[in-house]
Structure formats: structure tokens, C-alpha cells
């Protein structure tokens, strides 16, 4: 098993006597190409992460290669095709990081409508220096209309959390989820109408063709001028250029970003550098407990197709 970024030995630890385990060293630093499909060619397992493009070139490489387990619930950075050409297994983490990232969303849309991260900003640059009435003052959270575009699992955990700020919950997704309306009396509109009522618009749909750029100037447009965007999903849902013409506009009041069309940025990104925007640098399911849970799922499912019994969260093209 070779795992693309350094993780902790104490998770690695009790897995260690099913099979032999190598890691790239460094932790931040994604694993370079070469070294990658240096690995891949004498591995039966790899668990990687969402900048670990495995590709046509990754599949043809890797001859013994039974197993790829992605440390994420995406797995956009995988080509399914080449896999199952391949006879690749591939495995995500669904479940374990549900709760995390709903968590952080909410975060994300309360900083963003409260204007928490650039009140930080004022003390620390010695600003404050009085106190009056509209001193930062941003947008209500409890009571408004949230949006939600993606009604899967981490949908229904920020509807939940939404429900107990007292808002009414609008959703959009590819089919209706009958069962989830039930679960947490949100109802189902289309994207354009979701656009035009919601006072916060917060996406999490999964990365594919039909959602590439669906947050296009034409959507930001539709949205109330006082509205909020969060974005927890993917860049790639998000057309960028229109979202900064969109922000400059006054199209938006406030937007708070996780990920974003290119990864990783950096302090020069235009849209970092305006004071509406909270952008986070995708760490969305980053929490202690959640990433080990992440880590034991990967290595569960390598166990599981190492010892001949199938994955445990297999994706299916
Ligand atoms: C991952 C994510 O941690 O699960 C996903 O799809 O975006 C995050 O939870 C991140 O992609 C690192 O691989």
C-alpha cells in the first residue's frame, strides 16, 4: 500500500500486519508525478487525495494495482473509465465526513453574513478605535430562506442546521428527495427559482459535466443583491470571472468560498482580496476525528479487497 501524503503512524499502526505500507513524507506537499507513477507501478494499493490526478497514465502504469482509495467523498480526480478498464476497484469515503462538512458550511455562511473574518482583520489592524451603530454590520442568519443546490447527505445535514437557526429551507437537486423533504420540511424548486427567493445560496453538488459552471453570471444575476454564496463542492461549479464581475457588481452581498476552480491559491487569487469574500483552503471534512475516520475507511476498504471480500465503499461508474 502506498499512500500519497504523510499520515499519522497510530492510525497506519494497527493495519500494518495485513500489509506493507509506504508513504510519500511530506504532508502538505502532494507526492510529484514521477514519484507517484514510480509507486503505482510496483503497488497492489494507493490511497489518495484529491490532487492526485489518477489518470489514463496512473491505470497503464500500475500492472499490479487492485485497489485506489480516495481520502475524500469526491473523486473527481479519478478517472472511472481508465479503472474499470484497468480492473481498478476504486473507493471513496462517504458517511464519515457528512456531519464535518455540514459544520463547516454553516461556519462558512455565518462568517460570511456576519462579517466575522474581516472584524478579525479590524482589531488586528488597530482599527478599532470607536464603537457605533452599523460598526460592521452584516447580514441576519436565523430566520432568512437558505438554498441549498444538492440534496444529498452533507444537503441534509446544513438543512438540519438550518432548521435550528429557524430558516425556511429551499433545496434544488437532480431528482426530488421525497424521503429528505419528509425528514427536514424542505422543499423542492428549480435552480432558477431557488436563485431568485434564497437569501443564502450554498452549494454542494458533486463535480461532473452537467454542474460544471452552473454558478454563472446569469445565475449570480438572479440572486437577491443582498443574498450570500457559500460554495463547499467543488470549484468547478463555480465560474470564477463571473463571480468577481458579479461581486463587483453588487450582484452579491458576501461569499464565502472553500474550494475553488484551480487548487491551491495563493495571496495574489482576485477574489481573496475582496473584503466580502471568506475563502478557506478546502477544509471542509478538517477535523482530527473526521480525517482519521477518513484515513480507517481507506485502509478498511484496502483490507477488504486485500483479503478477497470486496469493497466497503466502492464507486461505481
Ligand atoms: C477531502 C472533499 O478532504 O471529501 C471530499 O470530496 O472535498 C474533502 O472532504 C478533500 O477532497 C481531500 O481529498
Known amino acids: 500500500l502506498y499512500i500519497t501524503r504523510r499520515v499519522p503512524e497510530e492510525v497506519i499502526a494497527p ?13 502538505e506537499e502532494p507526492v510529484p508525478r514521477e514519484i507517484l507513477l514510480r509507486e503505482v507501478s510496483d503497488s497492489q494499493a494507493i490511497i489518495c487525495m484529491l490532487s492526485d490526478k489518477m489518470d489514463k ?13 480516495n481520502l475524500a467523498v469526491g473523486y473527481d480526480n479519478i478517472d472511472l473509465k481508465e479503472a ?23 461556519a462558512l455562511l455565518l462568517a460570511s453574513a456576519r462579517r466575522i473574518v474581516e472584524a478579525n482583520q479590524y482589531i488586528k489592524a488597530d482599527k478599532w478605535k470607536n464603537w457605533s451603530p452599523y460598526l460592521l454590520a452584516g447580514n441576519d442568519v436565523h430566520g432568512k430562506t437558505i438554498g441549498i443546490v444538492g440534496m444529498g447527505r452533507i444537503g441534509e445535514a446544513i438543512a438540519r442546521r438550518a432548521k435550528g437557526f429557524g430558516m425556511d429551507i429551499l433545496y434544488h437537486n ?64 463555480v465560474d470564477e470571472s463571473a463571480l468577481l464581475e ?35 483552503p478546502h477544509i471542509g471534512s478538517a477535523s482530527v476525528e473526521t480525517r482519521t475516520k477518513m484515513l480507517q475507511l481507506c485502509l478498511d476498504n484496502v483490507k477488504s479487497v486485500h483479503q478477497g471480500k470486496g469493497a466497503i465503499t466502492e464507486v461505481k461508474q
Open 174 to 237: 437532480r431528482s426530488r428527495k421525497e424521503e429528505a423533504e419528509k425528514r427536514i420540511g424542505a422543499t423542492y424548486v428549480s435552480f432558477t427559482k431557488l436563485l431568485e427567493k434564497a437569501d443564502f445560496v450554498i452549494s454542494v453538488v458533486p463535480a461532473t459535466e452537467e454542474t460544471k459552471h452552473m454558478f454563472n453570471l446569469e445565475a449570480f444575476r438572479k440572486m437577491k443583491q443582498t443574498a450570500v454564496f457559500v460554495n463547499i463542492s467543488r470549484g468547478s461549479v
Open 57 to 69: 497514465e496512473v491505470f497503464g502504469t500500475g500492472k499490479t494495482l487492485q485497489v485506489v482509495a
Open 15 to 27: 493495519y500494518r500486519e495485513y500489509f506493507t505500507v509506504d508513504m510519500w513524507h511530506k504532508e
Open 246 to 280: 458579479a461581486i463587483e457588481a453588487k450582484e452579491v452581498a458576501a461569499v464565502g468560498l472553500d474550494v475553488f476552480a484551480e487548487e491551491p491559491i495563493n495571496s495574489e487569487h482576485p477574489l481573496l482580496n475582496k473584503t466580502n469574500v471568506v475563502c478557506l
Open 84 to 106: 474499470a478498464k484497468a480492473r481498478v476497484v476504486v473507493t471513496n469515503t462517504p458517511g464519515v465526513l457528512t456531519e464535518s462538512t455540514a459544520d463547516l458550511g454553516f
